[in-house]
């Protein structure tokens, strides 16, 4: 037990580092260019997500993600009596994450966002983004589950771009993110109705796993 909640706290809070520290980095060398800053933030959290899960899925299963953890819990793939610690150490080291990547930046530690991202468009946007994370795990682990590493890597920075939220899809990486007024931040009026619209998109996720993906499913050849 104890191994496994460091792992999830860990890994959790080394992919919050890299979310909030490269959208400082990219904001700081961009210079004004919205664009380019996105990228530089996308590419260093699509490729750390696959590296951390890589290394931490045989400790912990390497979820980061309590709407994850929840998905696999109603699935029968994960124990409930873990559900409540392994979201409680994703939020911990989340939050650890963004103050971390403040320090290494010589920024205030103690900050709350100012960024707004609220409205209809954000909400469908993490829904459809938790949906499709949701959708990648559980489809690649029924069918290729060496792959989850780089498959939810690069998810997640596609989503980045083709979503009006740029991706949350995590409720462990919004709160840590309401934490930090950098490019990452967003503000914490706006994190309750981001939360549920990523419960949504996971339950969601979810449902369409069992019927795309249920072990009675056959292949459809040609």
């Not at 191994?3 to 904001?27: D, F, P, Q, Y």
């Not at 409930?80 to 939050?95: D, E, K, M, S």
């Not at 792959?147 to 083709?162: D, R, S």
């Amino acid at each position: 037990m104890a191994r496994r909640l460091c792992g999830e706290g860990l890994g959790t809070m080394l992919l919050l580092a890299a979310i909030v520290g490269s959208g400082i980095m990219a904001e700081r060398l961009a210079g004004g260019n919205d664009a380019l800053a996105l990228l530089g933030n996308t590419l260093p959290t699509g490729a750390m997500l696959a590296v951390l899960i890589l290394i931490f899925a045989p400790v912990s299963g390497a979820h980061f993600n309590p709407a994850v953890s929840l998905c696999l819990a109603l699935r029968g793939d994960f124990p409930w009596r873990l559900l409540i610690p392994y979201t409680a150490v994703q939020i911990a080291g989340a939050i650890a994450g963004a103050w971390i990547a403040h320090l290494m930046f010589e920024l205030p530690v103690l900050q709350l966002s100012v960024t707004a991202r609220t409205g209809s468009g954000q909400w469908i946007a993490e829904a459809v983004a938790t949906f499709g994370l949701v959708l990648t795990i559980l489809g690649a682990s029924a069918r290729r589950p060496d792959a989850v590493p780089f498959l939810v890597g690069l998810y997640i920075a596609a989503a980045y771009w083709f979503t009006a939220s740029t991706s949350f899809a995590n409720p462990a990486v919004t709160v840590a993110r309401m934490l930090s007024d950098t490019f990452a931040g967003i503000r914490p009026i706006d994190a309750p109705a981001f939360i549920a619209a990523q419960l949504l998109g996971a339950l969601a996720g979810l449902a369409a796993s069992r019927l795309l993906f249920s072990p009675d499913a056959k292949p459809v050849a040609g």
